[in-house]
Nanobody, 119 residues
Framework: QVQLRVSGGGLVQPGGSLRLSCAAS????????MGWYRQAPGKQRELVAV???????NYADSVKGRFTISRDNAKNTVYLQMNSLRPEDTAVYYC?????????????WGQGTQVTVSS
């Protein structure tokens, strides 16, 4: 049973930084893609950043230049370094790990973590 455990998040002032981590346990396999999504109140969940094996990371336009996604395959962990945070970054952040088996996608989700940017 694969479980994703998220750490980080919290309250930060505008312009501040936070780092999120998401680690998979119970997995005997590697993941093709690891990513972060977020959902603000009253809005749909949106992709923040994703990093796939052998590819450059992709970012939402709203976070380019401010957020950095990285992964440690040996630890089955993905990180999201968030700098220059803005109030509009306030949301619940979710990690997502994806396996691809015989052209079928298998998604795993971590529990959300609240990020609040406010003075």
């Amino acid at each position: 049973q694969v479980q994703l455990r998220v750490s980080g998040g919290g309250l930060v002032q505008p312009g501040g930084s936070l780092r999120l981590s998401c680690a998979a346990s119970g997995s005997r396999f590697s993941f093709y893609a690891m990513g972060w999504y977020r959902q603000a109140p009253g809005k749909q969940r949106e992709l923040v950043a994703v990093i796939s094996s052998g590819q450059s990371p992709n970012y939402a336009d709203s976070v380019k230049g401010r957020f950095t996604i990285s992964r440690d395959n040996a630890k089955n962990t993905v990180y999201l370094q968030m700098n220059s945070l803005r109030p509009e970054d306030t949301a619940v952040y979710y990690c997502n790990f994806r396996r691809v088996v015989l052209a079928s996608d298998y998604d795993y989700w971590g529990q959300g973590t609240q990020v609040t940017v406010s003075s």
